[in-house]
Each structure stands twice: as structure tokens, then as C-alpha cells.
């Protein structure tokens, strides 16, 4: 058992920097070098000396690659092709930026002053932006040119109109789930115009969103100018950009292939790194990736396979830990956080055992780990051994632990709001688990799930089980997930702090079911809660996490009476005792 770590080492992971979490991903890293190249050569084409893009020479008409005259050739003109094709591209880009630029301004305006006003305002905006959104956004743009007449700025107009729907309707997504929260009531109470709170509340927080939805639209937009271009309604002769050069070449494929072949090229690698660094910002940018990390997740918790320990001997418990260590690994960086801090713990038959620390001491993680479902990534075990009987599981395949998940070893989540699925009956989620471990009749699974419902103290069993989640208080929907984790009879129990969100008396009542569980069934229980008083109600045994670190164990009598560590003192500290208002918490140095 080691000490306490350090105060000065760093516990929670810290986020990578934006450019480094963009650079790990590879295709982003790609697609950001080949549009800044594009683009750089697009800006440096004025200092390059290269011959005038609408110079006319009949007598070097379609000259081929490589020629003396003209690197790339000429077209039907005799016109330099390397040196159209980069003035095009400028223009391209310009075009795309300026079109770009002018849907999210515009989109993102009716997006933020339809949430956040509702109502009547946002009925008539929202029926507008359908109106042009039933109409095939092509069709329309080549209506909105047909209208105004050809030419690169008519294009650019409908090409920014057709695409504001697009920004309108997914700015508005994102506010309408802001302007309900507190902050935003907050801002109202200090006295705040709306024009106030609209710029300085609501845009900051979805400006990440018009940043990622611009990032991603900007290829789509250059391409979409090409395609009117193309068809002789963008860029009128003799201004060229992609797409004319492409129209341009349409009727010589045959004779000079290149004239079509190296414009497709260059607007193909244009869109599609455009849209690799796009999605690569949209993966930096999201909130939701906190970690940084910008893998496919794993159906089962990373091993790093090379110091892993070899089981031990045999031993009377149903389940050994020896050294277990986690790792929080960060994208780009060779360092990981240590979450998880050469754990030993066994677990015997039939017995409780209480795991206790405060929020972030690697709790959870240490729970999800046993089951092999702790994320990955982040979460990644770099040393130590888990051993159910005589396997040693990190060393097993991923069907062995779907295999031992539920049947050998269940757990209840802290929340069982989000973790039961919304949309099937809760009787229905149950039999899902009594199918997958313990098949056999369908009669035979409906009465077994009535059972388990009935087991674990709710009435009414029929109606229950029809239930959907969202039916069922807080407590209900706790017992609902212990009757999950008893459906398929499993050796072991985690129960991942179930009480937190539960009132007091329904509190009482899941601990004693946990009790009776234990003593009728033999259950072995794992039970995680920073609560002091939950753990001497249920566990014969103890161990204090602090820091990834099991600094303190042994039975729960003795820990309650004579802690040998400060942190435990701490903890004891924090639970109140009726009649003595004075005991309060203090911070031990």
C-alpha cells in the first residue's frame, strides 16, 4: 500500500493544446497542408512572372505537359495553363470565402434571433427558410442566375442564398438548447438589452459551431461555384476560374486530355482538403471530445500488453487485483495521467467491501476497469492484472469479456436515467440481459423479468415492466438497474455510488436491498461512495482511495474508530452526526 501522491502532481487530465490535438489527426494534418499550399500560390501568383493568363498565341495552341513554353500546355487559345489555372483557383477561393462568408452571417443571424426570441418570430422565420429549402438548392441557385443573368458575382449571390437555410437551421439547433440555461436568465436579471445578450451570452457559446459549420461548407461552396462555371453561368470569358477551365476543356477531352484533366485534379484536392481540415477542426473544436482525442473508441479498455504482471496463484477470492494501474493518454502526447495507481483489492465470496474517496479519485475508473469498460480512449492499463478464478482477464479477448459481463460480474450505474435506453420498456431491457446470459423460453424470460422486478421491491410488476424510463422516480429507476444487474445471477456486484441522486428514505431502501441481496444470495459486493455513512451501513470491509491510490483498508468497525491516514479523518469528518451542528470539516495540511 503506498502513500498519498504527491499534492504537486497533477491528478486531472489536462487537455493537449488545439494544435496539437488538429495535428494528431493525420488526414486533417493532410488536408490543412494541401488547401495551404493551394491557397499560398493562389496569393504568391502575382510575383511569380508568369505569362498573362488571357495572351493569345494561335501558334502554341494545345501544347502537352511539359512543354518548353508552358509547363502544363496550353488550351485552344494558346493561353498558359499553369498560369490561368492559378489566377482561377484566387478566384475560386475568393468567390467560395465570399459566399461562405455571407450564408453564415446571414444564417446565422435568423439562427440566433429565432431562438432567442421564439414564438411568432420564430414561426415566420422558420416557415421562410422551409420555403427555400423545398426547392433543390442547384435547381434554385440556376434559377436565382437565370434571374439576375450570368456572371461570377450572380453566382456567388445564389450560391450564398441557397446555403443560409443550411446555417439558419443549425445555428438555431444550438441556441435553442443556451437560451433556457441559468446564464441566460442570469443575463436578463442584470438588466441586459437583448441586443446585449444575443452578442455577449448567446453568440460566444455557438460561435465555435459557426466556425466548424464554416469550415465544413467552404469546400462544398467552392465546388458548388464551379458547377455554375462550368455550365457557362459563373465566369464569363476572358475571366477564368476552376470551373470555366473545366467547361472549357469539355469539348477536347480526347484531343488534349490535360486541359480537363489537371483543373479536376487541382478542384479535387482543393474540396477535399478543405474538408479534412474541416472535420479536423470540427474534432478539435468539439466540446464534447474533452480528452482531446480523436480515435475510434474501443469496445473494450486499451492494454498496453508489454509490463502487464502474470496472474498470481489461486487464491479464495472470486476476484484478485494486483498493481492494477490506469492511464489517462492524451492524443500527441507520450505521457499519461495516472488515474488509476497500482491497486491491489480481493474480493471474496459473499462479502461487501466499501470503496471510498472523494469525487475524482478514480472511483469509477477503477470500477469501469474491472469490467473492462473504462473509455478508451483516454483511459488506457499500462500494469497489473485482474484475475477472475484462474484468468487473468487483460490477457482475454474481447468476447470473453462480453461473455463475463452481467453473467459473472454486474454493475449499477450511478444514473440510471442515462444509462437505461429511452425508448424500449424497462421490463423489456431487463429480458435483453436474461437472453444474451441465461437463453431459454420466451414465457420462461417474461415471468423471470416479473420476478426481478418484483425482487427488488417495486409494485405492480406488470404495469412496471411496460413502463418506460421516464415513467419511473429516480429510486424506481435505480432498483430497475439492479434488477438488470441480478438478471443473469452474477458472482459479483459493482454498485457505482447508487445512492447519490436518491432522497433520503429511498436511499435507506436501496442499501437494504443491497443487505438482503447479499445475505440470501451470497452475493459478493463492490459498493463505491464518498459517503462514509452509506459505506458502514452495507460494507463489512473498506478501502480509502485518495489519488488513484488505495491509502487505507480494513473492516469497517475499525476503520470508523481508529483511521490510522488523514484523509480518512478527513472523510469521517465530513459526515454529520445529529445533535452536533459544531462537527464541521476541516483541511488537514
Not at 444550438?174 to 442570469?186: G, N, Q, T
Not at 479536423?280 to 466540446?287: A, E, S
Not at 455510488?497 to 444470495?521: F, G, M, N, Y
Amino acid at each position: 500500500m503506498k502513500g498519498p501522491v504527491s499534492p504537486s502532481e497533477p491528478m486531472l487530465p489536462i487537455r493537449p493544446k488545439l494544435w496539437s490535438r488538429w495535428a494528431s489527426n493525420r488526414l486533417a494534418l493532410t488536408g490543412g497542408f494541401v488547401t495551404l499550399f493551394i491557397m499560398a500560390a493562389a496569393a504568391l501568383t502575382p510575383l511569380l512572372g508568369l505569362p498573362d493568363p488571357n495572351a493569345i498565341h494561335p501558334a502554341a495552341r494545345l501544347l502537352p505537359i511539359f512543354s518548353r513554353q508552358a509547363i502544363l500546355g496550353t488550351d485552344q487559345l494558346g493561353r498558359d495553363l499553369l498560369s490561368r489555372l492559378l489566377w482561377g483557383s484566387g478566384l475560386s477561393l475568393c468567390v467560395g470565402m465570399a459566399a461562405t462568408l455571407s450564408a453564415c452571417v446571414i444564417g446565422s443571424a435568423i439562427g440566433l434571433i429565432a431562438a432567442y426570441t421564439g414564438g411568432f418570430v420564430d414561426s415566420i422565420l422558420m416557415r421562410l427558410i422551409d420555403m427555400i429549402m423545398a426547392f433543390p438548392y442547384l435547381l434554385l441557385a440556376l434559377a436565382i442566375v437565370a434571374v439576375l443573368g450570368p456572371g461570377l458575382f450572380n453566382a456567388l449571390l445564389a450560391i450564398g442564398i441557397v446555403n443560409i437555410p443550411f446555417f439558419a437551421r443549425t445555428i438555431r439547433g444550438v441556441a435553442l438548447s443556451l437560451v433556457e440555461r441559468p446564464f441566460m436568465a442570469a443575463a436578463g436579471l442584470s438588466g441586459a438589452s437583448h441586443v446585449r445578450i444575443v452578442l455577449r451570452e448567446l453568440l460566444p457559446n455557438v460561435l465555435p459551431v459557426i466556425i466548424v459549420t464554416m469550415s465544413t461548407t467552404l469546400g462544398w461552396m467552392i465546388l458548388e461555384t464551379a458547377g455554375l462555371s462550368f455550365l457557362g453561368l459563373g465566369a464569363q470569358p476572358p475571366q477564368a476560374d476552376l470551373g470555366s477551365l473545366l467547361g472549357d476543356a469539355r469539348q477536347l477531352v480526347l484531343l488534349a486530355p490535360h486541359l480537363a484533366l489537371v483543373p479536376g485534379l487541382l478542384i479535387m484536392s482543393l474540396v477535399v482538403g478543405i474538408n479534412l481540415a474541416g472535420d479536423g477542426l470540427r474534432d478539435v473544436l468539439d466540446p464534447r471530445l474533452q480528452g482531446g482525442l480523436l480515435e475510434t473508441p474501443s469496445p473494450n479498455t486499451r492494454v498496453e500488453r508489454a509490463p502487464l504482471l502474470e496472474a498470481g496463484p489461486s487464491s479464495p477470492s472470486i476476484m484478485s487485483v494486483r498493481g492494477l494501474t490506469v492511464q489517462h493518454r492524451l492524443a500527441g502526447d507520450g505521457l499519461g495521467r495516472t488515474i488509476v495507481d497500482h491497486v491491489d483489492l480481493d474480493i471474496a465470496p459473499g462479502k461487501a467491501i466499501g470503496l471510498v474517496g472523494e469525487s475524482g479519485s478514480g472511483k469509477s475508473v477503477l470500477a469501469l476497469t474491472l469490467l473492462g469498460l473504462a473509455p478508451s480512449p483516454p483511459m488506457q492499463i499500462v500494469d497489473g492484472s485482474i484475475t477472475l478464478g484462474t484468468q487473468n482477464l487483460l490477457a482475454q479477448s474481447l468476447k470473453s469479456w462480453q461473455d463475463l459481463r452481467g453473467r459473472r460480474v454486474a454493475i449499477v450505474f450511478q444514473d440510471p436515467l442515462t444509462t437505461l435506453n429511452p425508448l424500449m420498456p424497462v421490463g423489456a431491457q431487463i429480458a435483453e440481459v436474461i437472453a444474451r446470459h441465461l437463453p431459454g423460453p420466451r414465457s420462461e424470460r417474461q415471468s423471470g423479468v416479473l420476478a426481478l422486478i418484483d425482487r427488488v421491491g417495486l409494485p405492480n410488476p406488470e404495469a412496471t415492466a411496460r413502463a418506460y424510463p421516464h415513467q419511473l422516480s429516480g429510486g424506481q429507476r435505480q432498483r430497475i438497474g439492479i434488477a438488470m444487474a441480478l438478471a443473469a445471477q452474477p458472482d459479483i456486484l459493482i454498485a457505482d455510488e447508487p445512492t447519490t441522486a436518491l432522497d433520503v428514505s429511498t436511499k435507506v431502501k436501496i442499501l437494504d436491498l443491497l443487505s438482503e441481496l447479499r445475505h440470501d444470495q451470497g452475493l459478493s459486493i463492490i459498493l463505491i461512495s464518498h459517503d462514509f455513512s452509506v459505506i458502514q451501513r452495507v460494507c463489512d470491509h473498506v478501502l480509502i482511495m485518495y489519488r488513484g491510490q488505495i491509502v487505507e483498508e480494513g473492516p469497517t468497525s475499525e476503520i470508523m474508530v481508529t483511521p490510522t491516514h488523514p484523509y480518512t479523518q478527513q472523510l469521517l469528518d465530513a459526515v454529520p452526526v445529529l445533535g452536533r451542528p459544531e462537527k464541521l470539516f476541516t483541511t488537514q495540511g
